[in-house]
């Protein structure tokens, strides 16, 4: 699995939540579905708030389990 951002469009390779980068919004997306616009700020379309718009902008990634203290 790729460690970069996902933008609108790709694929979403596992299921699990994900994060919008500009915002920080959480959806939760299954394996095979399209990440989409972020229905919080609107990033990856001409709507949205943030002034560096640029359609197709990588803008997902997926959420990481918290690493557990090993002490």
Do not use: A, L, R
Not at 15 to 43: A, L, M, R
Not at 58 to 69: S, T
Request: proline share 10%.
């Amino acid at each position: 699995m790729p460690d970069t951002p996902f933008s609108k469009g790709d694929k979403v390779p596992t299921d699990g939540e994900y994060v919008c980068v500009p915002c920080g919004y959480h959806k939760v997306y299954k394996s095979g579905d399209e990440f989409t616009e972020c229905i919080s700020c609107f990033s990856g379309t001409p709507q949205g708030e943030h002034e560096e718009f640029v359609e197709g902008q990588e803008m997902w990634e997926k959420v990481q389990p918290p690493i557990e203290n090993q002490t």
